[in-house]
């Protein structure tokens, strides 16, 4: 069975991600910090291995590989942040945090897993999935260390996609506002998530089973074709404007 190593496979997109991931077919390694979450996941899923570690710790990576196995049809970095604060109040250390988390740690994880992915390929190529924001081509106030760092992300997305094929496909789902845990202190608020929500010409807010969707045939052989896109899950946020 085809293995897919998934980074935050245990809440939001991640365990959606999964869940998608798992219906067709695949068997996965998943790696996030929380050992206890890990193994009810594993549990749940079933043919579910998992690695427990920070994607802040360089080495996390080469273990969680190697802990994947020596082939792999596909990766997905589906850990970030949602660091909204004004340029005024945020520090380097904000910054420097976001950038490790969201892009290094996505560079991290394509370079220890690349050989596997190779072994892994097959005819229609390994897929890897990362995930930005609508804010990087929209440009919101109070996003400038988020955006900075999911813009690093394409960025890097777009160079490996070139670097890497046809072995391995490199693609972006880039999301508008999505009710997950991470974005609880925004989507908790009633009243804040209707305004936010009617920005959008869908009229509502984004769920993790809408982003798991699009990132599961990413992963898959439906998306041979597909390498160095980055493709927007947004209810319409990054294109339409419905009100005038």
């Given amino acids: 069975m085809k293995r897919v190593i998934l980074y935050g496979g245990t809440g939001g997109i991640g365990r959606a991600t999964a869940d998608a991931l798992r219906r067709r077919g695949y068997s996965l390694h998943l790696a996030a910090r929380d050992a206890g979450r890990l193994e009810a996941a594993a549990a749940e899923l ?3 291995t998992f690695t427990a570690g920070d994607v802040t710790d360089p080495a996390f990576f080469a273990q969680a590989t190697e802990e994947a196995g020596p082939e792999l049809a596909g990766l997905v970095y589906a850990v970030g942040t949602i660091n909204l604060r004004p340029l ?45 924001t609508v804010a990087v081509a929209q440009g919101f106030p109070a996003h400038a260390s988020v955006a900075m760092a999911k813009g690093a992300v394409e ?39 209707s305004g936010i929500a009617a920005m959008h010409a869908m009229q509502r807010l984004g769920t993790p089973e809408d982003i798991a969707g699009l990132t599961s045939f990413l992963v898959s052989e439906e998306a041979a074709w597909i390498t160095g896109q980055v493709i927007g899950v947004d209810g319409g946020r990054s294109a339409l404007r419905t009100k005038g």
Wanted: charged share 15%.
């Fill in 46 to 48: 079933g043919d579910t």
């Fill in 88 to 132: 005024a109040k945020l520090t380097a250390d904000d910054a420097e945090t976001d950038f490790r988390i969201n892009a290094l740690g996505a560079f991290l994880a394509i370079q220890a897993a690349a050989p596997a992915l190779k072994a892994g390929a097959g005819e229609t190529g390994a897929g890897v999935v990362l995930f930005s």
């Fill in 155 to 193: 960025g890097l997305a777009l160079s490996l996609a070139a670097e890497l094929s046809p072995q391995i496909r490199v693609n972006v789902v880039a999301p508008s506002l999505t009710r997950t845990p991470l974005s609880a202190a925004i989507t908790g608020s009633a009243t804040l998530a």
